[in-house]
């Protein structure tokens, strides 16, 4: 019973002493990077800023469907009236005031209105998938240095597992010179001691990349400086075949549909350009008033109403030129399309084969430490029991240290694998 109670009594202080650090110490999971990321990265608040621009920009075409009123005023005066003596008939007062409102009206414009308007809402639908773009790679960014931030603990903590093994190493190679004075065991003490000064360098190193990897991460995301990452889930790798996955980033990548609405710009652009070479009708209608000293015959109140007529008859062939430069601009945005569309098809190629070759890699990595480790086990009990000399323990060391590297960059590679297909699909964060 005495046992148990010291036992509760020794956890409960150890869990005392350990809640302040544990207070201390902010966690962050890797969605949380994801969302303070997308919430103050200046790439996609440029891109925000361009939808905003976007939106307006619709508001304004808007506008040109919508009547116009204008009003003027003017004041003149003259140095004498004419005629100069003045009579019946003054055309020219010494002072006149003028005022009017007009409305207009556009009645036909040759399509370029409306086109317009149709214009800006394409333009509002590419800065949305630029948006998208810049929250993918600002996402993809993200994962990249918290995967960093995690191989770097990982790799501090193989650091040190490897220097515990080399001390204990040393501890024997120490007994065993101690024990029995010969240039060979004095060799092997010199050799581990070498060995423990190796393992606290790769120690420091780890530590230092360690501290990179955490800048790296704050600097993308703001983190504050004592943050803590964890562990996130483990991704699945896509199940479907190579020519799904770029299919489907077709119908998902945000630049390729932003290409398809660009064309349609370009299409609409050669109606606008064609519209400003077309007859223009539009409705007019205003007040205008007039007051001049002394009076003369044109001092009244007019309203009137009527159409207004433009039509161009020679340009000099502007039109042709205009309008070949547009149509031409969107042969260019079609090329451009096509383009894209085999970059993306590449994209997902390469993504698809790095993921295979990754996988592949992890899997012989672990094979690798299984057998790194076990031979190291064994190879320990036989050195400790003065079976084995110290090269052998310091290969199998070293083969077990190499081994567990590479197990965490396959993992890590692994997984940012699986962010990169994803990426080049067009379907990374499309849930955030």
Known sequence: M????QALTTVFFFLMSASPVLAEEKIFTIDDAYRAALGGNETVKIAEEVVSQAEYGVDQAGTFLY???NGRASYTA???????????FIFQPHDSYQAALVLTQPLYTGGRTLAALRTAQKLRETSITSLSVARQDTMLRVAEAYYGVLRAQKAVDISKRSLERTERHKHVT?????????????????????????????????QDGLKVARDKLSLLTKLPPDFHVVEPA???????????LQKMALSHRDDYTGSQVNKSIAEENVTIVQGGHYPQLSAEAGVQYQDSRPATALDAT???????????IFEGGLMKFEVSEARSKVRQAELASGLLRATIES???????????????????????DYAKRNFDAVDGLFTEGLLASL???DAEQALTFAEREVINATYDREIAILRLKRSMGTLGKNI
Do not use: C, W
Request: aromatic share 4%; glycine share 4%.
């Open 78 to 88: 003259f140095d004498e009236t004419l005629p100069p003596g003045g009579g019946p």
């Open 302 to 312: 007019v309203y009137y109403a009527g159409l207004r007529l433009q039509v161009p």
């Open 2 to 5: 005495s046992i148990s109670i």
């Open 234 to 244: 483990q991704l699945e790798q896509p199940s479907e075949r190579l020519e799904t």
């Open 347 to 369: 994209d997902v190629h390469e993504a698809y084969v790095n993921l295979q070759t990754v996988a592949s890699v992890l899997d012989t990595a672990k094979l690798q430490m």
């Open 174 to 206: 120490e007994r065993e010179a101690a024990t029995r004075r010969t240039k060979a065991n004095q060799s092997a003490l010199l050799r581990a001691n070498s060995l423990i000064a190796q393992a606290r360098i790769a120690l420091v190193r780890a």
């Open 67 to 69: 009547p116009r009123l």
């Open 392 to 394: 052998s323990l310091i």
